[in-house]
């Protein structure tokens, strides 16, 4: 099994920036990919970002492209997602996602989730 763990969030003013932190353990050998995704308040769950377990692979959702960076370091099992130039519609609970190869990549580990609050 593998567990994550979040850390990062907080309160920040728009336009301002925070970095979101993932730490993967357990059998990370297994992993495929990680992602992070987002729910707002009366929300569905967003998908805002992934990248491929060795980094290759990068994809982020078109409402935060150019603003947050998703990245990896492999040797300490974490990813991390770099949010710059922050709106206030990007307040959400962040969840760090573990994706396994079942057929299709399947997001079926979380974290506990990171506050992101962006006061206008």
């Known amino acids: 099994q593998v567990q994550l763990v979040e850390s990062g969030g907080g309160l920040v003013q728009a336009g301002g920036s925070l970095r979101l932190s993932c730490a993967a353990s357990?059998?990370?050998?297994?992993?495929?990919?990680m992602a992070w995704f987002r729910r707002a308040p009366g929300k569905e769950r967003e998908f805002v970002a992934s990248?491929?377990?060795?980094?290759?692979?990068?994809y982020q959702s078109d409402s935060v492209k150019g603003r947050f960076t998703i990245s990896g370091d492999n040797a300490k099992n974490m990813i991390f997602l770099q949010m710059n130039s922050l709106k206030p519609e990007d307040t959400a609970a962040y969840y760090c996602?573990?994706?396994?190869?079942?057929?299709?990549?399947?997001?079926?580990?979380w974290g506990q989730g990171a506050q992101v609050t962006v006061s206008s």
């Open positions: 357990g059998r990370t050998t297994d992993i495929a990919a």
């Open positions: 996602a573990a994706g396994f190869m079942r057929g299709a990549i399947t997001w079926s580990t």
């Open positions: 990248i491929t377990w060795g980094g290759s692979t990068k």
